[in-house]
């Protein structure tokens, strides 16, 4: 199977951050491959272990997400594209799915894989937004995969269960990263991924608009979320402050 | 004039109360400006909704009743979203923010090349489009957001609104639906249902959540008997969702659901903020950790410090005399 799995360099989360005049200031050398995508890679990589294939990463950033495609690679990836951009575009998830699709537009594959959500914004949308684009069927927050002849067997992590979907492929799907747990690369793939292909494509070259490329959505700000006042702490003889408590929660709080 | 659309979302035979809190909020939006409010029921008995949500204040109300709509399914679900936009063509099409509205959104944005703001926490109408609040940054920071365009779609996290009764003389529209053999593409091959009786955590007025303190079936049984006192649903971490303690579709978080309880209680969970991410908005959270540094104690408002085996016995012995 020929996989092609997005990929994103997002901010770690657990990095410390500021707000200065409603800009977010992050420390810029804190930036990691989405965790989703992991899993989305490492699913890719299990499948293509076991039944042949090839995994291709693909990635639209700045030149520094040129490292976390080396990430990607030295998990196992057999090579990459990294659509460069200057990373200082406000691009929404409809602009890359636009730039994702038209990338994949001509391209041979039985399956596209990302990410169920960027871990820092949360959007959920662009996995959804390629295969439509694309005409593709797809399935979403994929917990578990399983290839078969012709076909992806997903399991999905619905509102009240699990739902088994079988698609035909081609097709596309997003990971959740409860479906693994992502590989860490090891010496050996780190020295491997510095010899494996990583071809640059000019975003230009996709021919996409100038209309295509703006985004109908926008962020003109950011602030603290409002925190919640600091509680009580109970210490000491677990009999006396567990009735307390209870006891609190009805008095006081009035939750019971 | 314009229309403002509301997905009614229906689950376990049920109407997702998320989905009427959206519609609450786009009827008082809808009134300010003087613009009417609409809601679709895309069901295989949609009809048997129509009175529950007549009571939100609907103007219209488009039911699509198909068979095929017993269980969730993206296919037919975009195809039969897309019908009714193409038959109102709201300027605003907002949804309860639920994995299987997740499932879809993107994919409809595109069909309907509309803007789109999925999970915001709270949104109102501007000229031209429409302005939202968005947790990001594992829901530390809240991003001003604004979308443009002649079509938009946005998802609201649970628990963001108020329900507002606001009975109508609504319309009622039935909308044709049908799908070929060969439209549906994907096949639904199994479901893996919890039991049907688990208290939705959207909706749980109290939540117990387990984390992984809860080491083995001794831990699990106090949880169970705390949740059954207080009524609660239970809820875990991803530490034990993933060792398969508890199902999936249980754990609260980043990954897992967003949730906003009258009560929450964190039993042996650290405090991570993916974790936080999904309960932070809980009315009062108690937590139970042995550990006095752990992370939960910033965001809790009753914190004890200490082992769960010995504190759970006498807390759920406190509760039941409370109650009774
Ligand atoms: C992209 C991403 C998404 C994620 N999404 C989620 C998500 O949706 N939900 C989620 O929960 N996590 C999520 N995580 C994982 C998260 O980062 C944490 O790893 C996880 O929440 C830890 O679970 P925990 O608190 O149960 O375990 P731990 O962090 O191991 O904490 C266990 C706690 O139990 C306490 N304890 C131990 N024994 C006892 C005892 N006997 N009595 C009392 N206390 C005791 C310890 O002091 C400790 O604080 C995500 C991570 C990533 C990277
Ligand atoms: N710049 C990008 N390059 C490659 N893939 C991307 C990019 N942005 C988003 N994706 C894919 O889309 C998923 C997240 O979508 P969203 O949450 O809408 O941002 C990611 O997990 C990736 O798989």
Do not use: W
């Amino acid at each position: 199977m020929k996989f092609y799995v997005g990929i994103k360099m997002v901010p770690d989360v657990n990095a410390p951050l500021q707000i200065k005049d409603g800009q977010l200031i992050q420390d810029a050398d804190r930036m990691i491959l989405n965790a989703y995508d992991a899993s989305a890679v490492e699913e890719a990589l299990v499948l293509k272990e076991k039944h042949g294939g090839e995994v291709e990463v693909v990635s639209i950033g700045s030149p520094k997400a040129s490292e976390t495609i080396r990430k990607a690679l030295a998990m196992g990836a057999d090579k990459a594209t990294h659509i460069q951009t200057t990373g200082n575009e406000a691009y929404d998830s409809a602009t890359y799915a636009r730039i994702l699709a038209a990338f994949f537009k001509d391209k041979e594959y039985d399956v596209l894989s990302f990410g169920k959500q960027s871990q820092d914004t949360d959007a959920g949308l662009t996995g959804g937004m390629v295969a439509e684009m694309l005409g593709l069927p797809f399935a979403t927050n994929a917990v578990g995969l399983q290839a078969e002849d012709g076909k992806l067997l997903v399991k999905r992590q619905g509102d009240s269960g699990q739902e088994m979907i079988e698609l035909p492929t081609p097709c596309a799907v997003t990971c959740s990263n409860d479906m693994n747990e992502p590989r860490i690369p090891n010496l050996k793939g780190i020295m491997a991924s510095k010899r494996k292909p990583m071809e640059q494509v000019e975003l230009s070259s996709l021919g996409l608009s100038e209309d295509e490329l703006t985004p109908k959505t926008s962020v003109t700000g950011y602030e603290e979320k409002p925190g919640r006042e600091p509680g009580k702490k109970f210490e000491g003889e677990p009999d006396e402050i567990a009735r307390e408590v209870a006891q609190l929660l009805d008095t006081e709080a009035n939750v019971i | 004039m314009s229309t403002i659309l509301t997905y009614i979302a229906i689950s376990d035979g049920k109407i997702k109360r998320s989905s009427l809190e959206v519609l609450s909020h786009c009827k008082e939006l809808a009134d300010k400006d003087g613009h009417s409010v609409e809601a679709v029921i895309i069901d295989k008995d949609a009809s048997s909704f129509v009175d529950g949500v007549k009571k939100y204040g609907a103007s219209k109300i488009y039911v699509v009743e198909d068979p095929i709509f017993k269980n969730h399914m993206n296919t037919p679900l975009l195809k039969a979203l897309a019908n009714v936009m193409g038959a109102t063509s709201p300027s605003v099409f907002a949804f309860a923010s639920t994995e299987s509205t997740k499932d879809v959104l993107g994919a409809l944005a595109a069909n309907q090349q509309a803007a789109v703001l999925s999970d915001v926490s709270s949104f109102e109408l501007t000229d031209g489009g429409i302005k939202a609040k968005r947790p990001v940054m594992a829901a530390k920071i809240l991003a001003d957001a604004e979308a443009k365009g002649e079509k938009i779609l946005v998802s609201v996290r649970s628990g963001s609104y108020d329900l507002v009764e606001n009975e109508a003389n609504s319309e009622v529209v039935s909308v044709d639906f049908s799908l070929n053999d060969g439209e549906l593409r994907t096949t639904l091959k199994e479901i893996i249902s919890v039991s049907g009786d688990t208290i939705d955590l959207n909706e749980a007025a109290s939540i117990v959540a387990a984390g992984r303190g809860v080491k083995d079936e001794e831990g699990q049984k106090l949880i169970t008997e705390l949740a059954d006192v207080l009524k609660a649903g239970i809820g875990a971490s991803r530490a034990l969702t993933e060792s398969g303690m508890y199902d999936p579709s249980l754990q609260i978080g980043q990954t897992g659901k967003v949730v906003s309880p009258q009560l929450y209680i964190a039993i042996g969970i650290s405090g991570a903020i993916q974790h936080v991410a999904g309960m932070a908005n809980s009315k009062v959270i108690v937590a139970i950790n042995k550990d006095p540094d752990a992370p939960i104690f910033e965001i809790a408002d009753y914190g004890i410090v200490g082992d769960l085996y010995k504190v759970l016995p006498p807390f759920i012995d406190e509760l039941k005399k409370i109650k009774a």
